[in-house]
């Protein structure tokens, strides 16, 4: 493959596997021509509708055929897309929508912006029927997309207060495909599942590493109230042979007595990342599929493309006292140093913060220079031309001699709950926007096995938990919004005058102890 | 050795997951012996937070209940099982 962005890549892929399974979505399959079939269609719709390429397209929709359609139509263009949670609080989805400024915003639901709905079956069939009408040949001017356009927008939480849309160019995706072919071995005749919400950047992974690799998707929900073994069941029903999730889900499948071999015996390959996976837990993974498939640990901010590292588990990976899988050994065509605060590296087997490089490095956050000049910098060892690395917050070790990379905390107030990253701060600012609450403070607590809760103090009038915790819900995702609510006379400080989250998360931990 | 259930743990357990059904849009009855998580009503999610809220909130080590959620798969097992001897706070 040569193609030079996603969409000539993916209409390579079509060429030679017409009549492959490309996607199974809502009880029906759609061959590789046929999705791109209708990606050439409904990127004519686009057209028709005012987008253009550098336009942004946001994409509110559940897991539904035309969203992945949609998607490959943007790609075609050169329309980043940005794809939303359409159960996202209104004023969230209202921040988000400010920032991308869409020339269309596709949706299921009511909101800002100029937008087309396809909120109902009539909703659909209407807009299926203006779209078949439409010429199903590939675009021409898809060729003149570049690998540094932008391909995607996917928002994460900022420590602003308002979630951030990292843009992501085309070439960032397709280094992520040649390491999925080269380190994981997917190809035709694989399927892989699409349990990852739309929305969160793991999915990113599921569809281009799949489709564009001339595998097929399974578009799978996860979390719809539905038993868990109903998923092991559709995911063995549908024979797909990679299953990639956070390892929150991995734990709460084995806690169900799901995770085996027996229950998803068509699965070869596992993979998680987006939060650390406690040994403890995996070795029971891993003793459950020894010899039948393989598990493999990945890494990578949102900013990296998805993925930027990936680790096989092995017997001996749960010989050390970490607690936690390495991260791995950084994909072909990342870059990156380990740095003090003063910019300067680290000796050798000493921890320090991660800066990443490369071109699987995303272009910045959308209408947000501050941010991206905050996180986006000027390599301080190169001199004289422009060499760009993301500050990734990370505090990492360099294993001497193999260039493993083991994870030691981080830099700031980001953590990890569920697999979502969450900026401390995001909830902060949506608390202190409550009548009555003068100041407040996210924290997270950690258990001994490695599961966090999260938990907030405020200081100003008293409130009933109940109403703190319906205005957050009407501002935050639900995975945002703390457990707990513990007034406090004051927030403490530190020295330097900051509120000190570390105290009150001690403050915190002996409060609720207490109230019980 | 025989415990006397205490009707509050009970109904603390019970008002904390109805107000994590509530949040999830979940507003359906709710019968002590329903099924939790093998139902789908509780996920992943919720399984960490309850195991963590019990954990805080009683002062029990529950790491090694947490590889086993058909444990804690009803009000009614929670509650039993929050009040065993050996679950007791030290």
Same mark, same amino acid.
């Given at each position: 493959?040569?193609?030079?962005?996603?969409?000539?890549?993916?209409?390579?892929?079509?060429?030679?596997?017409?009549? #492959?399974?490309?996607?199974?979505?809502?009880?029906?399959?759609?061959?590789?021509?046929e999705?791109?079939?209708?990606?050439n269609?409904?990127?004519?719709?686009?057209?028709?509708?005012?987008?253009?390429?550098?336009?942004?397209?946001?994409?509110?929709?559940?897991?539904?055929?035309?969203?992945?359609?949609?998607?490959?139509?943007?790609?075609?263009i050169?329309a980043?897309?940005?794809?939303?949670?359409?159960?996202?609080?209104?004023?969230?989805?209202?921040?988000?929508?400010?920032?991308?400024?869409?020339?269309l915003v596709?949706?299921?639901?009511?909101?800002?912006?100029?937008?087309?709905?396809?909120?109902?079956d009539?909703a659909?069939?209407?807009?299926?029927?203006?779209?078949?009408?439409? %010429?199903?040949?590939?675009?021409?001017?898809t060729?003149?997309?570049?690998?540094?356009?932008?391909?995607?927008?996917?928002?994460?939480?900022?420590? !602003?207060?308002?979630?951030?849309g990292?843009?992501?160019?085309?070439?960032?995706?397709?280094?992520?495909?040649?390491?999925?072919?080269q380190?994981?071995?997917?190809?035709?005749?694989?399927?892989?599942?699409?349990?990852?919400?739309?929305?969160? %950047?793991?999915?990113?992974f599921?569809?281009?590493?799949?489709?564009?690799?001339?595998?097929?998707i399974?578009?799978?929900?996860?979390?719809?109230?539905?038993?868990p073994?109903?998923?092991?069941?559709?995911?063995?029903?549908?024979?797909c !042979?990679?299953?990639?999730?956070?390892?929150?889900?991995?734990?709460?499948?084995?806690?169900?007595?799901?995770?085996?071999?027996?229950?998803?015996?068509?699965v070869?390959?596992?993979?998680?990342?987006?939060?650390?996976?406690?040994?403890?837990?995996?070795?029971?993974?891993? %003793?459950?599929f020894?010899g039948?498939?393989?598990?493999?640990?990945?890494?990578?901010?949102?900013?990296?493309?998805?993925?930027?590292?990936?680790?096989?588990?092995?017997?001996s990976?749960?010989?050390?006292?970490?607690?936690?899988?390495?991260?791995?050994?950084?994909?072909?065509?990342?870059?990156?140093?380990?740095?003090?605060?003063?910019?300067?590296?680290?000796?050798?087997?000493?921890? &320090?913060?991660l800066?990443? &490089?490369?071109?699987?490095? #995303?272009?910045?956050?959308?209408n947000?220079?501050?941010?991206?000049?905050?996180?986006?910098?000027q390599?301080?060892?190169? %001199?004289?031309?422009?060499?760009?690395?993301?500050?990734?917050?990370?505090?990492?070790?360099?294993?001497?001699? !193999? &260039?493993?990379?083991?994870?030691?905390?981080?830099?700031?107030?980001?953590?990890?709950?569920r697999?979502?990253?969450?900026?401390?701060?995001?909830i902060?600012?949506?608390l202190? #926007?409550c009548?009555?609450v003068?100041?407040?403070?996210?924290?997270?607590?950690?258990?001994?096995?490695?599961?966090?809760?999260?938990l907030?103090?405020?200081?100003?009038?008293?409130?009933?938990?109940?109403?703190?915790?319906?205005?957050?819900?009407?501002?935050?995702?639900?995975?945002?919004?703390?457990?707990?609510?513990?007034?406090?006379?004051?927030?403490?400080?530190?020295?330097? &005058?900051?509120a000190?989250?570390?105290?009150?998360?001690?403050?915190?931990?002996?409060?609720?102890?207490?109230?019980? | 050795?025989?415990t006397?259930?205490?009707?509050?743990?009970?109904?603390?357990?019970?008002?904390? $997951?109805?107000?994590?059904?509530i949040?999830?849009?979940?507003?359906?009855?709710?019968?002590?012996?329903d099924?939790?998580?093998?139902?789908g009503?509780?996920?992943s999610?919720?399984?960490?937070?309850? $195991?963590?809220?019990?954990?805080?909130?009683?002062?029990?080590?529950?790491?090694? $209940?947490?590889?086993?959620?058909?444990?804690?798969?009803?009000?009614?097992? $929670?509650?039993g099982?929050?009040?065993?001897?050996?679950?007791?706070?030290?």
């Open positions: 493959m040569t193609a030079h962005n996603l969409a000539l890549h993916f209409e390579e892929v079509v060429a030679v596997s017409p009549d #492959a399974i490309a996607l199974i979505c809502e009880g029906e399959s759609f061959t590789f021509s999705l791109n079939g209708s990606a269609r409904l990127a004519r719709w686009l057209i028709s509708q005012g987008v253009d390429k550098g336009a942004v397209v946001c994409l509110e929709l559940p897991k539904m055929a035309e969203a992945y359609a949609l998607a490959v139509a943007c790609i075609k050169g980043p897309y940005a794809f939303l949670d359409p159960a996202a609080p209104a004023e969230r989805a209202r921040l988000m929508l400010e920032r991308c400024r869409p020339a596709v949706s299921v639901r009511e909101g800002f912006g100029p937008r087309a709905l396809i909120g109902d009539a659909r069939a209407a807009l299926q029927d203006a779209v078949s009408r439409l %010429d199903d040949a590939n675009l021409p001017q060729a003149l997309i570049t690998g540094v356009d932008p391909a995607y927008v996917m928002f994460t939480s900022g420590s !602003t207060g308002e979630p951030k990292v843009v992501i160019p085309h070439q960032g995706v397709l280094h992520l495909i040649a390491w999925a072919k380190d994981l071995g997917i190809g035709p005749g694989d399927r892989l599942t699409n349990v990852n919400p739309i929305y969160f %950047d793991n999915s990113v599921d569809i281009y590493a799949g489709l564009l690799n001339g595998a097929a399974v578009a799978l929900d996860a979390l719809k109230g539905r038993p073994a109903e998923l092991v069941s559709e995911i063995t029903k549908h024979q !042979t990679f299953f990639f999730a956070v390892p929150t889900l991995f734990m709460f499948l084995d806690s169900m007595h799901l995770l085996g071999p027996n229950w998803l015996p068509s070869s390959r596992f993979m998680f990342g987006g939060e650390g996976f406690p040994l403890a837990r995996l070795r029971r993974f891993y %003793d459950a020894a039948k498939a393989k598990l493999i640990n990945c890494y990578g901010p949102t900013e990296t493309s998805c993925i930027c590292s990936g680790f096989e588990i092995v017997e990976t749960f010989d050390t006292t970490d607690g936690l899988a390495p991260l791995g050994k950084l994909n072909p065509n990342f870059s990156y140093r380990i740095l003090d605060e003063d910019m300067k590296p680290v000796p050798a087997g000493t921890a &320090g913060e800066w990443l &490089g490369g071109p699987g490095v #995303a272009l910045g956050y959308i947000n220079p501050q941010e991206t000049a905050r996180r986006f910098r390599d301080p060892l190169i %001199d004289g031309y422009r060499s760009i690395l993301y500050r990734s917050g990370d505090l990492v070790e360099a294993e001497a001699g !193999t &260039g493993v990379l083991r994870f030691r905390g981080r830099a700031d107030n980001q953590v990890k709950l697999g979502y990253r969450v900026e401390l701060e995001e902060d600012h949506a202190v #926007a009548k009555g003068t100041r407040a403070l996210a924290v997270v607590l950690h258990d001994a096995g490695g599961a966090s809760r999260l907030a103090a405020y200081a100003g009038a008293k409130l009933a938990e109940d109403e703190l915790r319906q205005h957050c819900a009407a501002h935050l995702p639900a995975y945002m919004v703390p457990s707990r609510f513990i007034w406090l006379e004051d927030i403490p400080v530190n020295a330097n &005058g900051k000190d989250r570390r105290s009150v998360a001690s403050l915190l931990g002996q409060a609720v102890a207490r109230a019980s | 050795m025989t006397t259930e205490r009707p509050e743990v009970r109904s603390r357990m019970r008002h904390y $997951i109805t107000q994590r059904l949040m999830k849009g979940d507003s359906s009855p709710l019968s002590d012996d099924l939790l998580f093998t139902s009503r509780l996920d999610l919720d399984a960490v937070e309850l $195991i963590m809220s019990i954990e805080t909130d009683y002062g029990i080590n529950f790491s090694d $209940i947490g590889f086993d959620l058909t444990r804690l798969d009803s009000i009614s097992a $929670i509650a099982l929050v009040q065993q001897p050996s679950a007791e706070p030290a």
